[in-house]
């Protein structure tokens, strides 16, 4: 039963940030129609932007505001810098080819996330950078936290999944219940009818990107706070992300969350009961599976077309 | 039939231009490898200088600038030191393409490294080929010297200042054992040639001598040890976490602590960087004692501090001025015997075996095995991490 306990602590930790960059996913092909591969990359810059403002608040052993505060920081620090690179990616990279053949973008979405990941390994090396968030504070965020039979959960856990849900319920809340919200979800469903009704199509894609690269940013931090993060790591985590997104329906919001936290138990239960080995192996197997006998994910909607 | 008889022909004629161009090029190969000793020879030194394992990479060539600074000149010798960087995160193909573009060079002599178990295999084949002495100041992988079920991944022109994993594995499992008390242990390998050769050396130490042993493989690639972690036992007396990425073994280390696990860590030379891996109560092998405390060293220490100010003295760096000093005298030695020319790099490699050193970096005298291109009666040390994520040798 420990196992179990652990192995879910495991899946809600590992899915909650796998959610978060699923969003992002579900958020840019939902306005656009546009399978953003640059957002893995995305995510890592957020995880190495979350280190420098780790450093320049005093670092983990002697930080120059309380750690919770430390914490909100460096995480709004990897939002806005991400936010701002989304903006960035969006006006350079897909704006421009945004009436071209679709493959045309897909095919700068790949070239800007071969961009990130080797701009950053060049600038700051390929070596590890570790949060070493064991030192903050003492350990409190190891050794705070409650326990569910012999098993400790800790703080640490505690907040990544809590923050990743609070920011999923902000998320579910703009785009529902905003002015903006419902202009990206009449972007998604008809762009032109949208534009012929006045809204302003750019801004809301701008909108969209912002959104999408904060969530991947902020998934940058949680990631790299409980293990280090590198230059190469954009790519796993994307690709992961995206699996994600289609496993609960690409464009569909509450799909993205369901679709991670499912990835996150699925690799964590398979590690835990089967073999280590091939967790990454049955995760994938699960995206064939998807793609062959449900192409629209758990939540997404089947691609109706009138003949 | 005429058709056949015309592609008889060709075919003959197309062997005989091929054969006398092979003749050809062979006789070009030697003259153009030919390189008088008073000219400027290069050494190339292959080592991670970049990601996980750049610490060690950037630490050895600390130590092989000093050995080339303060050793080629009274041997009469100029030497250039070039560089390759083979991040151990890509594989074998930053080995296979820097061998390659060494043994083009035909000032190139020799070559220090590589330094990953890995890279070794990879590229040693290419230098053989080539004539090219390698010599490693950190690969321990047991197969690139001896022949390990019918396999002998090294040639004979790969050699190494430290010892094999047939030593360091032994050398923890026996710790372990002895002073550690285990009675069941996790032992981990990252699915690499390094960590699997020496989880298996250490496993079948410790079912020897009636230890219960589990073992669990990750991915090179694993960033997140959760799944890991929870699979070890609560009763594990240790974890034998052999990664060349130290960061790696801390993280790890910090999962342990936060899943409640008791069991003790031990890592071995891979993960040997204090900066980088400092839990405290672990455990850490390495080829090398530390060197500060031996007398003979101190002018050499003097110096190296000096060229790296605010700087401290690793564990993989003065292995690294040992195979840079073994290789300048074997360049010595074939520009006395070649009379100021060396024919080719081959008359290096040949001499190599030839060299020992009286006043060994590491300590005592330096000797090669007579069986194989390993140092004679070598050993390794293990170090405990100390509260205040220093390594303290204890064994």
């Known amino acids: 039963m420990d196992t179990f306990i652990q192995l879910t602590v495991d899946a809600l930790t590992l899915g909650s940030v796998y959610a978060l960059v699923a969003l992002g996913y579900s958020l840019v092909y939902g306005v656009l129609k546009l399978l953003n591969f ?145 202009a990206m979800r009449a972007t998604s469903y008809d762009r032109e009818a949208a534009a012929m009704l006045g809204i302003d199509i750019d801004r809301v894609i701008v909108f969209t990107f912002v959104l999408g690269s904060a969530l991947a940013g902020a998934a940058g931090v949680m990631f790299a706070l409980r293990v280090p993060t590198f230059a190469a790591v954009g790519f796993t985590i994307g690709l992961k992300g995206f699996t994600a997104a289609v496993i609960g329906g690409i464009g569909s919001i509450p799909g993205a969350m369901v679709g991670g936290l499912l990835l996150g138990a699925a690799e964590s239960y398979t590690a835990g009961y089967w073999t280590t080995t091939w967790s ?17 994910g758990l939540l997404g909607r089947a691609d109706i077309r009138k003949v | 039939m005429k058709k056949g008889i015309t592609l008889a022909v060709i075919a003959a004629l197309a062997v005989a231009v091929a054969a006398g161009t092979a003749n050809g090029s062979s006789k070009v190969a030697a003259r153009s490898q030919s390189v008088s000793c008073s000219s400027t020879l290069k050494i190339a030194f292959v080592a991670p200088l970049t990601g996980a394992a750049g610490f060690l990479g950037t630490e050895q060539l600390t130590w092989a600038k000093l050995a080339v600074a303060t050793l080629a000149k009274p041997l009469g010798l100029k030497i250039q030191l070039i560089q390759g960087d083979t991040p151990v995160e890509q594989g074998a193909a930053p080995a296979q393409a820097l061998a390659q573009k060494y043994v083009a060079d035909k000032t190139v002599v020799g070559v220090i490294g590589p330094s990953t178990s890995g890279a070794v295999a990879a590229s040693t084949q290419t230098y053989f080929q080539a004539g090219m002495a390698h010599i490693s100041p950190s690969a321990t992988r047991v197969d690139l010297t001896y022949t390990v079920n ?245 064994g």
């Open chain 1, 38 to 182: 640059a957002h893995g990359d995305v995510f890592m810059v957020g995880s190495f932007v979350g280190y420098g403002a780790l450093q320049a608040l005093g670092g983990p052993v002697s930080p120059v505001v309380p750690v919770w505060l430390l914490l909100v920081l460096v995480t709004l620090a990897a939002m806005a810098a991400c936010a701002v690179l989304g903006v960035a990616i969006e006006r350079f990279a897909y704006r421009p080819l945004r009436n071209a053949p679709r493959i045309a973008p897909l095919i700068s979405a790949l070239g800007v996330s071969f961009f990130l990941s080797n701009s950053m390994q060049l600038l700051f090396g390929a070596q590890q950078r570790d949060y070493k968030s064991y030192s903050l504070s003492g350990g409190s965020l190891y050794f705070k936290g409650f326990d569910i039979g012999s098993v400790h959960v800790p703080l640490l856990r505690i907040i990544t999944v809590v923050s990743a849900f609070v920011l999923m319920i902000v998320l579910w809340f703009l785009v529902n219940r905003t002015r903006t919200g419902k």
């Open chain 2, 150 to 394: 019918g396999v002998k991944e090294g040639t004979p022109a790969f050699f190494r200042v430290v010892p094999a994993d047939n030593i360091q594995g032994p050398t923890d499992a026996s710790y372990m054992v002895n002073t550690l008390h285990v009675k069941k242990v996790v032992v981990f390998d990252f699915q690499e040639p390094y960590s699997q050769g020496l989880s298996s050396q250490v496993e079948t130490y410790l079912k020897a001598h009636g230890v219960t042993t589990i073992h669990l493989s990750a991915p090179n690639t694993t960033t997140d040890y959760s799944s890991y972690v929870t699979k070890v036992p609560s009763d594990a007396d240790a974890v034998f976490f052999p990664t060349q990425q130290p960061p790696a073994a801390q993280t790890f280390a910090e999962q342990l602590v936060e899943q409640g696990k008791t069991a003790i860590m031990f890592s071995s030379d891979g993960s040997d960087a204090p900066t980088q891996y400092n839990k405290p109560g672990g455990y850490v092998s390495n080829f090398a004692p530390d060197i500060t405390g031996i007398a003979a060293d101190q002018a050499v220490i003097a110096q190296w501090k000096k060229a790296n100010p605010g700087q401290s003295v690793g564990s993989f760096g003065p292995p690294t001025y040992g195979a840079v000093q073994v290789l300048l005298n074997a360049i010595h030695l074939a520009c006395v015997a070649d009379h100021g020319t060396l024919k080719s790099r081959a008359d290096v490699f040949h001499n190599v075996k030839k060299v020992a050193i009286k006043q060994w970096i590491l300590g005592g005298s330096f000797k090669w095995s007579t069986k194989t291109n390993d140092p004679l009666n070598t050993k390794f040390y293990i170090f405990k991490i100390q509260s205040d994520g220093s390594y303290k040798l204890v």
């Open chain 1, 280 to 296: 990454d192996l049955v995760v994938f197997s699960i995206l064939i599976g998807f793609m062959i006998f449900r192409p629209q």
